[in-house]
Each structure stands twice: as C-alpha cells, then as structure tokens.
C-alpha cells in the first residue's frame, strides 16, 4: 500500500530532512521551505527568490532554463556562509522547478579544521593572504567571490562581507568595477592583467586561474594594487638635490628655444588626426607610446605633446635607448651614487628621470632598452620611485613618460624582448605616426618648407623646377621626413645656380624617376597622330590602375579630374 502524499507531507518531509532546504518553481516563486531554512533565512513560502536574493537567483536560473544540470554555489546570507547545492525537479520530461539544499559551511569545516596539519596550514595561508600588501581576491571557477583580503578592502573602501559571496557579472553592473579580471580569466582560463580606473585611482589587476590534476578550472585568484599613490615628502626632498647650479634653468632656456623654433607640417588626413590625438591625449597624465617608422617625426609629436600639457614650464627631457651602451643605460636613466662603479664622479650624479622630475621624460627608441633597465622602468611606473646605481633608498620623482619605437612591440613581447608588463604601462595611449608615403598630400609642403629653410641659413634664394619638384614629389621617401629634409639641405648647399633642376637631384630619386610606370621610350608605328596619342593615353591609364588604389589617386597623379580619369577608363574598356 503506497501513501499518497499530501501538501502537510510534503512539508513534514522537508522539515525530517533536518537541512536547510528551498523549493522554487519555474518562475522563481518559493513554494516549499523546510522549518530550518525558515529559521536561518528568514523567509516564507510565496516570496520571490530573485527579489529577496537576486546574485543567488541567477544561478539558480541557469538550472531552471536548462544551461547547467546541477551546480554548487558559495553564498553568504545573515553572517553564514552556505555551500548551496541545486538540481531541477522534472515532471513529464520538463523541468518545474528547483530544489536547494544549502550547507552551513562551518559544519563542513568542523571536521576538517580539529586536525593539527590543517590548522596550521590554514593559519599560514591565512597570514600570507591578510598580510599581502597587494589586494588578493580569491573567486570559484564561476567568478563567485570566496575571500578578499584586507588591502583589497583598503583599496576598493569596502569591508569584504559586502563583496564576498557575489559575482563579477553583478559587481560590474552594479558599477563596482569596470571589467573583471577574474570574469575575464574563468573564461578564457588564461592569465589575464587589466589597467583600469576606479575613483580617481589607477588599479593593475592580474587573474591567474588555478588548475585541478585533471586540468579543471577551480579557483582564479586575482592580486590587484593601486598605483596612483606617491610620497609628497620624499618627492620634495629629491626636487631640491636633483637640480642645482642653475642648470634647470639653462636646460629649460633652450628646450623653449628648440620648441618653439619647430614646426609641424600635417595636410593629410592621417597626419592631421595624429596632431589631434596628441593634443588631446597632451591633457592628461598618461604613458603615451608613438609608433611609427625611423624618421617619420616621433620626436616632434613628443615636443607637442609636452608643450601642450600642463608640465610645458618643465622639463622634457629626451634619451635615445638605442644610442647608450648597455652598460651604461640605466646609470643614464637612474642617476649613481659615488664609488658604484668603476669612473663614477666622485659626488655622484642624478640620472634623466631625476632631471625630468615635474615634466617630461621622452624615450625614444625604448625596444631597445636591456631587460634589466625594463624591469626598474616598469617599478617607476607602477610607484612612481627610482633608486640610483650604488644606493639603498628609493627617490620619489612626478615625471610624465613618453615612449617610441619604430619595432613591432607585441613580436618582440612574444620572442621574450621586451616585458609584457612594462608593454602594458607603456602602451597606455598609443599614437601612430604614418610614413610620408602614406601621406602624400603633406610632400610639397615639407619641400617647399625646407627648401625655404636652408635657404635662409645659407643666405640664398633657392627654388625648384617644375620637372624637379615633380621627381621630388614621386620619390617614396623610404627614410621619411628625415629623409626629405637631409635632401632638401643638400640641393640648397650643393646646387650651383639658384634654380634647382633635374640634374641637381641625387642619383637615387632620378633613377626612380627613370623607372617610372608612366614613362614610355617608344611609339607605335604606321599610326596617325590622334591614334598614337589614345595608345599613349591607354597605356599611362594601364599602368596607373597597377600603381595607384582608385581612381582619385590617377586623378590626382596625372594633375585632372577624377570624372574624367572615370570617362577615359571607360573609353578604353578599362573599368
């Protein structure tokens, strides 16, 4: 004989089963509650779970819709913490419903934590994790929350009892972070590191997830640390020794003298949106890395970055990474206390970063730095502090830093040249100057600017034939702006005659000139004039169409309209 069950069963049922128990339907309504979930919980049966718990509801969810079978999940409610079993109730192959069963997870712990290894282990950890002056997050394989130290309390102005039990997805739309490094490695489950403000700080956030045996995500634990912090004393102390003898002042004379006397010429749209970018990014305090070939004027952007900032009274001080021997580099950036090596002076020396202490500090050719210098770089950007080779205590400086490199940062990452880390603080804002050959409209500008220029230091009145400045203007310029300018100094010095012709040009851009697409040595024969120029014309536009990208480009090299560059195409069936 089987006894059917009844609503007062199934209630003395739940309530035998001496568990904290919760039975919800598809819509999330609480239809049965054992008497102790009642007690610890404080709720009754018709109540809304995703109302009274709604980080707890989403999970739950994911059984009810299907996504997950079953799953455990940590979760903090009154001061205890549970470990939260769920599993669908099916009824004629559907699923109805869920049931909870949640474990005080002080009484999984009893057990556990009498024996002596176990204690001691624990109290070690707990040491380690709680003494930690870096903010340590510790997350399930879901994301979910289980501990967070006290610096990350110190750091986010939360006590932990607010945060631990909750999942990333919900502290990101609630606006307690903008990304989760965590979220971000549960998911790729690959070590993850993000930059990202929170209240007027900067926070550097790496996940790294932890592995079972048998390969399956369990923990991610997330160290994190505020980088904005600086010492004002130590700063003002170091401003004093840094600069003496009026050599600030001197230095400060002449970089206004250089910046002033420099000119940027931008009629292109790429380079007038990179002029724009600097100016913006000027405004701020952030790491800014130029990209671009050797001579394209990354150093130019660097001066109108610093002119246009607020740091423009101080100094902006420039070093060329590539230039310094390796042994010598990091004594050059980070100054040297007397006796540290072998030719130190005598009273010691402050390095490029003590120099630039309230303005600009520019690193140009920064790929080349050895690992070593990288790793005391990377130090200054995280906590604004150098020491000097031969000393003992850190230097506080404010310098702003600026970076360049014509290399492929990222390859160079992944051959092991250059840290990721550092990439990362340095690549906060990236500018990327384009080559003069991507800039064409800016060519004729910069001849006659430096044409101009040279003339005026050597006291002549220089200018360009027509035939010349078109060769000029045809040259791809593979050394760029430096280039351009070291041949228009060497036409104004070494021409003859105040016209500079074909014949004054160097060998290189006549010998290209010579090879070009639209030259044609020889004519067809047995051909009317009118018949002979259409084969002229047929065979330019041929070699227009393999050289240039559309048809605003052949416009514009053969000096007419686009429209009808498009009816000539046309007429000779080359569209």
Same mark, same amino acid.
């Given at each position: 004989?089987?006894?059917?069950?009844?609503?007062?069963?199934?209630?003395?049922?739940?309530?035998?089963?001496?568990?904290?128990?919760?039975?919800?339907?598809?819509?999330?309504?609480?239809?049965?509650?054992?008497?102790?979930?009642?007690?610890?919980?404080?709720?009754?049966?018709?109540?809304?779970?995703?109302?009274?718990? /709604?980080?707890?509801?989403?999970?739950?969810?994911?059984?009810?819709? @299907?996504?997950?079978?079953?799953?455990?999940?940590?979760?903090?409610?009154?001061? =205890?913490?549970?470990?939260?079993?769920?599993?669908?109730? +099916?009824?004629?192959?559907?699923?109805?419903?869920?049931?909870?069963?949640?474990?005080?997870?002080?009484?999984?712990?009893?057990?556990?934590?009498?024996?002596?290894?176990f204690q001691t282990l624990s109290r070690e950890l707990d040491t380690i994790i709680d003494s930690?002056?870096?903010?340590?997050?510790?997350?399930?394989?879901?994301?979910?929350?289980?501990?967070?130290?006290?610096?990350?309390?110190?750091?986010?102005?939360?006590?932990?009892?607010?945060?631990? @039990?909750?999942?990333?997805?919900?502290?990101?739309?609630?606006?307690?972070?903008?990304?989760?490094?965590?979220?971000?490695?549960?998911?790729?489950?690959? =070590?993850?590191?993000?930059?990202?403000?929170?209240?007027?700080?900067?926070?550097?956030?790496?996940?790294?997830?932890?592995?079972?045996?048998?390969?399956?995500?369990? %923990?991610?634990?997330?160290?994190? %640390?505020?980088?904005?912090?600086?010492?004002?004393?130590?700063?003002?102390?170091?401003?004093?020794?840094?600069?003496?003898?009026?050599?600030?002042?001197?230095?400060?004379?002449?970089?206004?003298?250089?910046?002033?006397?420099?000119?940027?010429?931008?009629?292109? /749209?790429?380079?007038?949106?990179?002029?724009?970018?600097? +100016?913006?990014?000027?405004?701020?305090?952030?790491?800014?890395?130029?990209?671009?070939?050797?001579?394209?004027?990354?150093?130019? +952007?660097?001066?109108?970055?610093?002119?246009?900032?607020?740091?423009?009274?101080?100094?902006?001080?420039?070093?060329?990474?590539?230039?310094?021997?390796?042994?010598?580099?990091?004594?050059?950036?980070?100054?040297?206390?007397?006796?540290?090596?072998?030719?130190?002076?005598?009273?010691?020396?402050?390095?490029?970063?003590?120099?630039?202490?309230?303005?600009?500090?520019?690193?140009?050719?920064?790929?080349?730095?050895?690992?070593?210098?990288?790793?005391?770089?990377?130090?200054?950007?995280?906590?604004?502090?150098?020491?000097?080779?031969?000393?003992?205590?850190?230097?506080?400086?404010?310098?702003?830093?600026?970076?360049?490199?014509?290399?492929?940062?990222?390859?160079?990452?992944?051959?092991?040249?250059?840290?990721?880390?550092?990439?990362?603080?340095?690549?906060?804002?990236?500018?990327?100057?384009?080559?003069?050959?991507?800039?064409?409209?800016?060519?004729? /500008?910069?001849?006659?600017?430096?044409?101009?220029?040279?003339?005026?230091?050597?006291?002549?009145?220089?200018?360009?034939?027509?035939?010349?400045?078109?060769?000029?203007?045809?040259?791809?310029?593979? @050394?760029?702006? %430096?280039?351009?300018?070291?041949?228009?100094? %060497?036409?104004?010095?070494?021409?003859?005659?105040?016209?500079?012709?074909?014949?004054?040009?160097?060998?290189?851009?006549?010998?290209?000139?010579?090879?070009?697409?639209?030259?044609?040595?020889?004519?067809?024969?047995?051909?009317?004039?009118?018949?002979?120029?259409?084969?002229?014309?047929?065979?330019?536009?041929?070699?227009?169409?393999?050289?240039?990208?559309?048809?605003?480009?052949?416009?514009?090299?053969?000096?007419?309209?686009?429209?009808?560059?498009?009816?000539?195409?046309?007429?000779?069936?080359?569209?």
């Open positions: 004989m089987h006894m059917q069950l009844f609503p007062s069963h199934l209630q003395a049922l739940a309530d035998a089963t001496a568990r904290v128990m919760i039975v919800v339907d598809h819509s999330g309504t609480i239809t049965l509650l054992s008497k102790l979930a009642s007690q610890h919980l404080g709720i009754e049966p018709g109540i809304s779970l995703g109302t009274e718990f /709604p980080g707890f509801w989403l999970q739950v969810s994911k059984i009810l819709d @299907g996504t997950q079978l079953s799953c455990e999940i940590p979760l903090r409610i009154a001061e =205890r913490e549970y470990l939260v079993g769920v599993n669908p109730v +099916i009824e004629d192959k559907q699923i109805s419903g869920a049931v909870c069963i949640l474990v005080d997870g002080t009484q999984l712990d009893t057990m556990t934590r009498r024996l002596p290894s930690s002056s870096d903010g340590l997050f510790v997350c399930d394989a879901n994301a979910n929350v289980i501990r967070m130290n006290p610096a990350s309390e110190k750091i986010h102005n939360l006590p932990a009892s607010e945060i631990v @039990g909750r999942n990333m997805r919900e502290l990101i739309d609630t606006g307690f972070i903008e990304r989760s490094a965590a979220l971000e490695a549960s998911q790729s489950k690959k =070590r993850v590191s993000l930059l990202q403000n929170k209240d007027g700080h900067k926070l550097i956030s790496i996940a790294t997830p932890v592995f079972t045996e048998q390969g399956e995500l369990v %923990r991610v634990v997330v160290s994190e %640390r505020d980088i904005t912090e600086i010492d004002n004393l130590q700063h003002e102390l170091e401003k004093q020794a840094a600069f003496k003898d009026g050599f600030r002042n001197q230095m400060l004379a002449m970089q206004q003298a250089e910046l002033e006397s420099q000119q940027i010429i931008a009629r292109s /749209p790429s380079m007038i949106r990179t002029l724009e970018q600097a +100016i913006k990014v000027s405004k701020a305090d952030s790491s800014v890395l130029i990209l671009g070939e050797s001579g394209v004027g990354k150093g130019l +952007i660097a001066d109108l970055i610093h002119k246009n900032s607020s740091r423009t009274g101080q100094p902006l001080i420039k070093i060329n990474c590539g230039a310094i021997p390796e042994s010598l580099i990091e004594a050059e950036l980070f100054g040297y206390e007397k006796g540290a090596f072998t030719g130190a002076q005598t009273g010691g020396k402050p390095g490029h970063f003590e120099l630039a202490d309230g303005g600009t500090l520019f690193l140009d050719e920064v790929a080349e730095l050895p690992l070593t210098s990288q790793v005391k770089l990377l130090r200054f950007l995280e906590d604004g502090q150098i020491m000097r080779l031969g000393d003992t205590r850190n230097r506080t400086v404010n310098v702003r830093v600026l970076a360049a490199t014509n290399q492929d940062m990222e390859q160079m990452v992944g051959q092991g040249q250059f840290r990721l880390d550092l990439y990362y603080r340095l690549n906060v804002i990236p500018i990327q100057v384009p080559a003069l050959r991507d800039r064409s409209d800016c060519i004729v /500008p910069l001849i006659r600017h430096y044409i101009d220029e040279f003339s005026k230091q050597t006291g002549t009145n220089k200018r360009l034939t027509r035939s010349a400045l078109d060769a000029l203007t045809a040259y791809p310029y593979p @050394g760029n702006v %430096r280039e351009l300018m070291n041949i228009c100094e %060497r036409l104004v010095v070494m021409s003859e005659t105040e016209l500079v012709d074909l014949a004054d040009l160097p060998a290189q851009i006549i010998s290209h000139g010579a090879t070009n697409p639209f030259y044609i040595d020889q004519l067809p024969t047995g051909q009317s004039l009118q018949q002979a120029l259409e084969h002229v014309e047929k065979e330019l536009l041929k070699k227009a169409i393999e050289q240039f990208n559309n048809q605003t480009e052949i416009a514009q090299a053969l000096s007419v309209n686009q429209s009808t560059i498009a009816r000539k195409l046309k007429k000779y069936g080359l569209t």
